[in-house]
């Protein structure tokens, strides 16, 4: 069997500007990186088009460590649906050397269901990951600059700074460190950290802002910390947007490439799911529903957590309503969640299937209450059983859910042909909006109680001491009528990852809250998670190379 890296180098891939024609995108206005790359001026927002367009969102149920193949099924998906005649562009996030070099490898789905060239977006791409730490970095070192500064200090208390440093990659021995040591002019020492990247704020910002305007804005409302009279502290006292801006100005651009049946593909951001929104930018969004009929996207992780987060926030604040949602499903997954070791999952075994159906049924479940008419795709692998699949097909039935097998991987677009029929019809009959799962104006328990029930089925939220405290915080900032934007794990519908299929009579504890003002939302940070990742035993990098050609193996 190819592995992805040995299909996608198979694959004559077009010139990127004739993709861009495909796009009624003029040649002139690319910023070329090479001949299969380019970022796209903001000009191609079109906001008489974009509203007509047909938005589709994709995501999962709660998945295994490896995925279930949410970014191979949009691809796959959107090559299905140029083939039935709709003119689509999918439009994904950028993979973070983090999980390309840990535990999943890249991030650029797989086998005939791939982005290209997918060397280059796994790795430093068009070099957006490297602007967002060189500017997040750069206001790190401002507010240490000022901490240090007699002449013109702000008073700033070193113990109220939460701003850490970012870099994009697992380094676990990053987490805590201590800052400013080697004498008075070395700074102020303190203690600090780093973040990975896909985590850093201005990752969440990037990905709400409409222009550079709105970016600005954003950056400079960035909570920083308070003086030691308690006076609050932004990244604007520090006269920071500005030239943070000035480093994400072609950032801020969407980055146009291809799938391996050349269907167009805006790639754009990259914000974690667990931490932060988990959905690409807002400006990559609607400028596919500017330059195509139909538009496939994904949001990360589970439907509880990049999903929830994609309609309460990411619609909210740009005005976007999704005509579709596709629920990838594998019967791996599945099995794990009925308590099948993760080593085994590939054997057949039905009454585990049906121990951990109840996760794939409280998603569809939660589907529901947004109002949305749901899809299931489940993702086949060649290990799954018929008895197995009719199981799953039966479930979705009972639901009312329309469900379509798909070998996106195996077959490319042609595997995705029912799973394409199924979503127009679905696309065709939408007439509404989707349903809000709470209103901004609440109190922030109460939104965060509303997710942790209606979402993950929670009993209760129980809140530490220092959520507590934190809370107070928001409400002096003037920011509890933010939205909210749970941190949790992604492996259940719980904050405890070990609480697999479909927990029932569990507390969340939301042990803290962090601010991020700037993106505009608050994030209740439950279990173990953590903003600086960890590489595993054995890290994907182990088994990447690169010969004296320049030609890379071992990304999968």
Same mark, same amino acid.
């Given at each position: 069997?190819?592995?992805?890296?040995?299909?996608?180098?198979?694959?004559?891939?077009?010139?990127?500007?004739?993709?861009?024609?495909?796009?009624?995108?003029?040649?002139?206005?690319?910023? $070329?990186? &090479? #001949?299969?790359?380019?970022?796209?001026?903001?000009?191609?927002?079109?906001?008489?088009?974009?509203?007509?367009?047909? $938005?589709?969102?994709?995501?999962?149920?709660?998945?295994?460590?490896?995925? %279930?193949?949410?970014?191979?099924?949009?691809?796959?998906?959107?090559?299905?649906?140029?083939?039935? &005649?709709?003119?689509?562009?999918?439009?994904?996030? +950028?993979?973070?050397?983090?999980?390309?070099?840990?535990?999943? /490898?890249?991030?650029?789905?797989?086998?005939?269901?791939?982005? !290209?060239?997918?060397?280059?977006?796994?790795?430093?791409?068009?070099?957006?990951?490297?602007?967002?730490?060189?500017?997040?970095?750069?206001?790190?070192?401002?507010?240490?600059?000022?901490?240090?500064?007699?002449?013109?200090? =702000?008073?700033?208390?070193?113990?109220?700074?939460?701003?850490?440093?970012?870099?994009?990659?697992?380094?676990?021995?990053?987490?805590?460190?201590?800052?400013? $040591?080697?004498?008075?002019?070395?700074?102020?020492?303190?203690?600090?950290?780093?973040?990975?990247?896909?985590?850093?704020?201005?990752?969440?910002?990037?990905?709400?802002?409409?222009?550079?305007?709105?970016?600005?804005?954003?950056?400079?409302?960035?909570?920083?910390?308070?003086?030691? *009279?308690?006076?609050?502290?932004?990244?604007?006292?520090?006269?920071?947007?500005?030239?943070?801006?000035?480093?994400?100005?072609?950032?801020?651009?969407?980055? =146009?490439?291809?799938?391996? %049946?050349?269907?167009?593909?805006?790639?754009?951001?990259?914000?974690?799911?667990?931490?932060?929104?988990?959905?690409?930018?807002?400006?990559?969004?609607?400028?596919?529903?500017?330059?195509?009929?139909?538009?496939?996207?994904?949001?990360?992780?589970?439907?509880?957590?990049?999903?929830? #987060?994609?309609?309460?926030?990411?619609? +909210?604040?740009?005005?976007?309503?999704?005509?579709?949602?596709?629920?990838?499903?594998?019967?791996?997954?599945?099995?794990?969640?009925?308590?099948?070791?993760?080593?085994?999952?590939?054997?057949? *075994?039905?009454?585990?299937?049906?121990?951990?159906? /109840?996760?794939?049924?409280?998603?569809?479940?939660?589907?529901? =209450?947004?109002?949305?008419?749901?899809?299931?795709?489940?993702?086949?692998?060649?290990?799954?059983?018929?008895? %197995?699949? *009719?199981?799953?097909? /039966?479930?979705?039935?009972?639901?009312?859910?329309?469900?379509?097998?798909?070998?996106?991987?195996?077959?490319?677009?042609?595997?995705?042909? %029912?799973?394409?029929?199924?979503?127009?019809?679905?696309?065709? /009959?939408?007439?509404?909006?989707?349903?809000?799962?709470?209103?901004?104006?609440?109190?922030?328990?109460?939104?965060?109680?509303?997710?942790?029930?209606?979402?993950?089925?929670?009993?209760?939220?129980?809140?530490?001491?220092?959520?507590?405290?934190?809370?107070?915080?928001?409400?002096?900032?003037? $920011?509890?009528?933010? @939205?909210?934007?749970?941190?949790?794990?992604?492996?259940?519908?719980?904050?405890?990852?070990?609480? =697999?299929?479909?927990?029932?009579?569990?507390?969340?504890?939301?042990?803290?809250?962090?601010?991020?003002?700037?993106?505009?939302?608050?994030? @209740?940070?439950?279990?173990?998670?953590?903003?600086?990742?960890? !590489?595993?035993? +054995?890290?994907?990098?182990?088994?990447? *190379?690169?010969?004296?050609?320049?030609?890379?193996?071992?990304?999968?």
């Amino acid at each position: 069997m190819k592995t992805d890296i040995e299909i996608a180098r198979e694959v004559i891939m077009k010139p990127i500007a004739e993709v861009a024609s495909m796009l009624g995108i003029d040649n002139d206005d690319l910023v $070329l990186y &090479g #001949k299969y790359k380019a970022k796209v001026p903001l000009k191609y927002i079109d906001k008489t088009k974009y509203p007509k367009s047909k $938005l589709i969102l994709v995501s999962a149920i709660s998945p295994t460590p490896a995925g %279930e193949g949410k970014t191979t099924v949009s691809i796959g998906l959107s090559q299905a649906l140029n083939r039935i &005649g709709k003119q689509t562009t999918v439009v994904l996030r +950028e993979p973070s050397l983090g999980p390309v070099f840990g535990i999943k /490898g890249g991030a650029t789905g797989g086998g005939y269901s791939q982005v !290209l060239p997918m060397e280059d977006i796994n790795l430093h791409f068009t070099g957006d990951f490297n602007a967002i730490e060189r500017a997040h970095n750069l206001l790190s070192a401002l507010i240490d600059n000022n901490i240090q500064s007699k002449k013109r200090s =702000l008073g700033i208390d070193p113990r109220t700074v939460g701003w850490k440093r970012v870099m994009d990659m697992n380094d676990r021995s990053l987490r805590h460190i201590i800052v400013g $040591l080697g004498g008075t002019t070395s700074g102020v020492p303190r203690e600090t950290g780093f973040d990975i990247t896909a985590a850093s704020e201005v990752m969440a910002i990037l990905c709400l802002a409409e222009d550079i305007n709105d970016l600005k804005r954003r950056l400079g409302n960035i909570f920083v910390g308070y003086t030691y *009279d308690k006076k609050p502290i932004y990244a604007r006292d520090l006269k920071a947007e500005g030239a943070m801006a000035a480093l994400l100005r072609d950032a801020i651009m969407p980055n =146009l490439v291809q799938t391996i %049946e050349g269907t167009p593909a805006i790639i754009h951001g990259g914000p974690f799911a667990n931490i932060a929104q988990g959905t690409n930018s807002v400006i990559a969004t609607k400028m596919g529903l500017s330059l195509s009929d139909y538009v496939v996207t994904e949001a990360g992780f589970g439907f509880d957590l990049g999903a929830e #987060k994609f309609i309460d926030i990411k619609c +909210e604040y740009a005005g976007l309503n999704p005509s579709a949602v596709v629920l990838v499903a594998t019967v791996r997954a599945l099995k794990y969640h009925g308590g099948k070791d993760l080593k085994e999952v590939s054997q057949p *075994d039905v009454n585990a299937l049906r121990n951990g159906i /109840g996760n794939l049924q409280k998603h569809i479940e939660n589907m529901k =209450l947004f109002g949305i008419s749901p899809v299931v795709a489940i993702n086949r692998f060649t290990s799954d059983t018929n008895e %197995e699949i *009719d199981l799953v097909k /039966g479930v979705c039935r009972e639901m009312g859910v329309p469900v379509a097998e798909v070998d996106v991987w195996g077959k490319g677009g042609e595997g995705a042909i %029912e799973l394409a029929k199924i979503v127009d019809t679905v696309v065709q /009959g939408k007439t509404s909006e989707h349903n809000r799962l709470y209103d901004w104006d609440w109190t922030p328990e109460k939104k965060i109680e509303t997710i942790a029930k209606k979402i993950y089925g929670a009993n209760a939220v129980d809140f530490t001491s220092q959520a507590k405290s934190d809370l107070q915080k928001v409400y002096k900032l003037g $920011l509890d009528k933010l @939205p909210i934007c749970m941190a949790k794990t992604q492996k259940s519908l719980s904050d405890n990852p070990d609480l =697999l299929g479909r927990p029932k009579d569990f507390v969340v504890t939301v042990r803290e809250i962090e601010i991020a003002a700037g993106a505009g939302f608050i994030i @209740p940070i439950t279990g173990q998670i953590m903003r600086m990742p960890g !590489l595993p035993d +054995e890290p994907a990098a182990e088994r990447i *190379d690169v010969d004296n050609d320049g030609v890379i193996t071992g990304l999968f």
